[in-house]
Structures are given as structure tokens and as C-alpha cells.
């Protein structure tokens, strides 16, 4: 047998290197790049016979399949990230920060599964077995059938599955646990996790369980990050939220079976995860009306819209270097927001410091908060509340111009439907909902809505 060579592999991105180095140059992540043997577990072992596959055509299939056979869970901020529910046979990975109720999540869903009759098994690496149960306890779910195992080493798991007999849902927590006795480097990293999540996929296609994989994401890359495994599993959902706060958002990134733009929105309290139908009144309630340098955006998350308050402040700076800071947004779109509102608008604010926050902890990823976000920081530079029954969207071009958005008249509803009566959106928005009692202003430009404002 030839020598056991070993690579070098980023545990954030998983990208293999010849030798060693402080920082990845893939993903740029520093104290990531662990020496590991990459072979261990393939290859070794008896040799096999190759098998001969068969292709069929596409329209010998047609008809067999109609859509992804799906579980639907009854939660239903869940299904809705999800796309409709878990598909049979495929795989999930739910990413999150350590803490954020990723396990109390998937401990709900499987309750509310076993009640509608489904087998579900709940494979536990992180906790005992009575730890689980004490949670499921907490969470008014102990008095269901979810089968509990804890478990690490992959070859047991396989085998506790197929003592199962036939699970609808497998739920495996987590997969930075797992360690397989075919890969020799140390539980944790790439190699480990990878070869155990393959063995978890493989089980799912052969049997047509839904799988359902939790990994950490983690920030020192002591451990395997999600990412490594990300392009191995059907879907890839994360689980964010602010320890600050209560509310708690699953965002779909990846989906083969639905929709990638999906969010389900939950609520953390004492009696575990809360699913928050209308997130605007979350996100609305923190609300101050009549300071300068709020504006309420109206936004969408895929097919949902969601009304959110952008705060801002702008003040005279004491520093040489004005401060630019921006939680919830993307502080490159803030500064083009600011050298737009400098070329195009007389906007002095190369004295002033510029802190802009997106209320409740919530993160936009729209550019349509533009409209809103130039609307906030305008109106706290010049001191002037905006009208609170007001709301914005648009996106600013380099120009100035204010360009059309999508769903104008989705935005619309929500926002009539929250008590608010005005809005400034962009010019040349079709679909304007007719014969509504909303006053809809459009703005042209950058300028046009300064006038409005500070004129
Ligand atoms: P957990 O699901 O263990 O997080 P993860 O699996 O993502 O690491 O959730 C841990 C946090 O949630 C913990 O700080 C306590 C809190 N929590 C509640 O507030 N209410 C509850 O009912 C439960 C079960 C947990
Ligand atoms: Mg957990």
C-alpha cells in the first residue's frame, strides 16, 4: 500500500492545501487549516466489484413522479422555509450559532411529527439521553413517541437506524459529533465530517427518510463549519437570531426542492420556540414615533412581506476619520447610499458620524431599503420627524434615480393593512393597487426626495 499522504484542510470551506498556513486563501479565515489523512476510510477495505448502471430516458419517467413526496410538520413557520414540508429521501442541514434553539427547534418538530402518527428518531452526539427528554419535557413534548438515542460513532448510529425500522424522519444533533472509525483523523474535522455525513445521506436515499443534519457554525474553525457539508445536502437552512432578542428567523439558502428566499419566523420563550405568523408587529413593536431618523421600510422575505423600522443617526464628529457604523444592513450599500446623497444632493456629511440600525436586531438583504435607509439618514441630519403613518421602498441607482422595485402592491397591502396610509415609493411602479384609500407619492430621484423632506 502506497504511504498515507496527508493534506492540509480549511475546517471553515473545506478547500485542501498542500502544506500549511496561518490564513486559507479560499475563504480568507484565519487558524483554520488542520493536517489531516484525506483516503482515511476510502479506498481502504475490501476491493468491490463495479456494479452496471442502467440510464433511463426522461420521458420513461414522466408520469411516475409528481412532485416531492413531503412531511409536513404542522408548524407552519417551518414548512414555509422548508419549502412545504420535509422531502422523503433528502437531506437538511439546519445551521446556527451554538445556543441559538436549533436543537429546541428540531425537538418541537419531532413532537408535532410523532402526534400525526410519523417515526421519528432524535440521534443526540451533544447531550444525554435524559437531558433530551428533559428538554422535550420543558417543551410539553415528553408524552410523545420520538425515539431517543446518544449516540457519536457513525457505524452505531447506521445501526440503531435500521433497528428503527423504517424512521419517516431521522434528526441527527449534531454533525461535528460525528466520528466513523473509517476516517482516522480526530472527531470534528472535515474528513470525520464529511464521511459521517455521507453515511447519514446515503441512509436517507436508500431508505427514504427524511434527514435532518445540525451543524454549529463556528467562528475559531476548531471544528468543521456547516459549509464543508453544504454543497452535499439537498437543502441548507440557518437558524439566526439576536441574543438580544426573543425572535428567531430560519432562512432558506439553498433548496432543491422549493423556493431559497423563504424565511419562517419563531419567537424564543420559556416554553421553547413560538412561530410568529405576522412579523411585522414584531418587528413594529419597539416603535418610537416621532424622533428623527426613522423610516418604516416595507419589505418582502420570498413571497411574505415584512415591515421593518430603519433607525438613523447622523452627528457632528469629534474625530478626524468620521464613523460609519451599520448593524443589519450592508455597510458598502450605506456608503453608496451617503457618496449618492454627497454627489447628487448637496448632502455634506464628510463631518458627520453615521450610525444606522435595522430595529429588533432584523437583517435586510433587499436593495429596495435603499429609499428607506437615504429617507432615515436625511431626516435625522436635518432633525425633522417623518410622517409615522408613512412607509418606503426603492432602490437608489448611482445616478440618483429612484428605480421600481418588485411586488409594489404586496408592499402595499401589508402596509394598509398595519394602519399605515401613505407611502413613497418609486416612480413607474406598476401594479399600484387601485381604488385603496392609501396615498401613494412617487419620488423620481435622490434630490426629489430631500426636497421632501428637509423643504
Ligand atoms: P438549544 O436548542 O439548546 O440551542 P442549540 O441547539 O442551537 O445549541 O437552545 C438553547 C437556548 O434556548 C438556551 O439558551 C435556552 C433557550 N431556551 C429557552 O429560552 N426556552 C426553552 O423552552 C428552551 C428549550 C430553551
Ligand atoms: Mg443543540
Not at 411602479?429 to 428637509?454: C, H, M, N, T, Y
Request: proline share 5%; glycine share 10%; aromatic share 4%.
Amino acid at each position: 500500500m502506497a504511504k498515507a499522504r496527508t493534506q492540509f484542510i480549511c475546517q471553515s470551506c473545506g478547500t485542501v492545501h498542500n502544506r500549511w498556513a496561518g490564513k486559507c486563501e479560499n475563504c480568507g479565515e484565519w487558524n483554520t487549516i488542520v493536517e489531516e489523512d484525506p483516503m482515511g476510510g476510502i479506498g481502504s477495505g475490501p476491493g468491490k466489484t463495479p456494479k452496471k448502471g442502467r440510464p433511463v430516458t426522461l420521458t420513461a419517467l414522466s408520469g411516475e413522479i409528481e412532485e416531492a413526496p413531503r412531511i409536513h410538520t404542522a408548524m407552519s413557520e417551518l414548512d414555509r422555509a422548508l419549502g412545504g414540508g420535509f422531502v422523503r429521501g433528502s437531506a437538511v442541514l439546519i445551521g446556527g450559532d451554538p445556543g441559538i434553539g436549533k436543537s429546541t427547534l428540531l425537538m418541537q418538530a419531532a413532537a408535532a411529527l410523532a402526534r400525526r402518527g410519523h417515526k421519528i428518531i432524535y440521534v443526540s452526539g451533544e447531550e444525554a439521553v435524559a437531558q433530551v427528554r428533559l428538554r422535550a419535557q420543558r417543551l410539553a413534548a415528553a408524552d410523545t413517541d420520538v425515539m431517543l438515542a446518544a449516540e457519536t460513532n457513525v457505524e452505531d448510529i447506521l445501526a440503531t437506524l435500521a433497528e428503527g425500522k423504517r424512521p419517516d424522519l431521522v434528526i441527527i444533533d449534531s454533525i461535528q459529533t460525528l466520528w466513523s472509525e473509517l476516517a482516522e483523523s480526530a472527531p470534528g474535522t472535515v474528513t470525520q465530517v464529511r464521511t459521517g455525513v455521507q453515511a447519514m445521506i446515503r441512509f436517507a436515499k436508500q431508505t427514504g427518510a427524511a434527514m435532518v443534519l445540525v451543524g454549529h457554525v463556528t467562528k475559531d474553525g476548531q471544528i468543521a463549519g456547516p459549509r464543508v457539508v453544504e454543497h452535499m445536502v439537498d437543502a441548507v437552512l440557518y437558524f439566526e437570531g439576536d441574543r438580544g432578542h426573543h425572535y428567531r428567523i430560519l432562512r432558506t439558502v439553498k433548496n432543491r426542492f422549493g423556493p431559497t428566499d423563504e424565511i419562517g419566523v419563531f419567537e424564543m420563550s420559556d416554553k421553547g420556540l413560538r412561530e410568529v405568523a405576522n412579523p411585522s408587529e414584531l418587528f413594529l413593536g419597539e416603535r418610537n414615533e416621532k424622533s428623527p431618523g426613522a423610516a418604516v421600510f416595507a419589505g418582502m422575505e420570498g413571497t411574505r412581506p415584512v415591515l421593518v423600522e430603519v433607525q438613523a443617526l447622523v452627528a457632528p464628529t469629534s474625530l478626524g476619520t468620521p464613523r460609519r457604523a451599520v448593524v443589519g444592513w450592508d455597510s458598502a450599500r450605506l456608503s453608496m447610499i451617503l457618496a449618492v446623497l454627497e454627489a447628487h444632493c448637496g448632502v455634506r456629511l464628510g463631518q458627520h458620524d453615521v450610525y444606522l440600525n435595522i430595529a429588533g436586531g432584523y437583517r435586510i438583504t433587499e436593495p429596495a431599503a435603499d429609499l428607506a435607509v437615504a429617507s432615515a439618514l436625511v431626516s435625522s441630519l436635518a432633525g425633522i420627524a417623518l410622517p409615522a403613518d408613512c412607509v418606503y421602498f426603492g432602490e437608489v441607482s448611482l445616478s440618483g434615480a429612484i428605480r421600481p422595485v418588485a411586488h409594489t402592491a404586496q408592499r402595499l397591502k401589508e402596509a394598509e393593512k398595519l394602519g399605515f396610509s401613505a407611502a413613497l415609493l418609486p416612480s413607474a411602479s406598476a401594479e399600484l393597487p387601485k381604488g385603496s384609500g392609501g396615498r401613494w407619492s412617487e419620488v423620481e430621484s435622490l434630490p426629489d426626495l430631500v426636497a421632501r423632506i428637509a423643504g
